[in-house]
């Protein structure tokens, strides 16, 4: 399936076929054996299968893949998407491959014609701001100023039906990691359940 988009793109897919012991070993060995530099996963789709899978194969993929890292769940077209909401926890922007995911933040919006709503702290915002000039990036980006990260309503209540949120992590033992922030995509899933979803995991 994915060979065939991938042909409709020009867009040439290597197939690879691995033997091991759980999905999450698999994935971290071949990331490291064809030196990967992204890996994307996709979201659980079974409902009650979430927490065994976040709980162990998702959870040592995030702790043994030292690559950047996608989460994504897409449940609708991207056709259909007005606004990509960027959440940034604090000291994002210390970690080192924070600027890669910038740019491909905004290569994302570019090619959705959306701007980017950033909500995060006013520091982190003026470094993305800092890096999006870096880079010349053209996109159109807002803010939007969070204190309390704790707790999310002063996210949820603004977030619309037609917003793909992009929620920027962070592993253990990072700068901006933050363990409120573990339980996370159960807590993401049945507060925006009609969003299309990605989280990210820097280097």
Known sequence: KFVIQGSASEVKVNTIARIDHNPASGIARTSKEIMSDIVIIGWPRKTGFLDKIFGENVDSIINNVDKYLFICRFVKPFVDEKRLVFICPPFS??????PLLIQKVARLAQELSIPVIIYSEYKTHQSILQIVNN???????GFKSILEWDE????????????????????????????????????????????????????
């Open 152 to 203: 999310f309503a002063s996210i949820t209540d603004d977030i619309r039906p037609l917003d793909l949120i992009v929620f920027n992590l962070a592993r253990k033992g990072s700068v901006s990691y933050k363990s409120t922030f573990d339980r996370l995509p159960q807590k993401i899933e049945k507060v925006f359940a009609q969003n299309n979803l990605i989280l990210l995991y820097s280097l």
């Open 135 to 141: 880079l010349k990036l053209s996109t159109k980006m």
């Open 93 to 98: 922007e210390r970690e080192i491959g924070f």
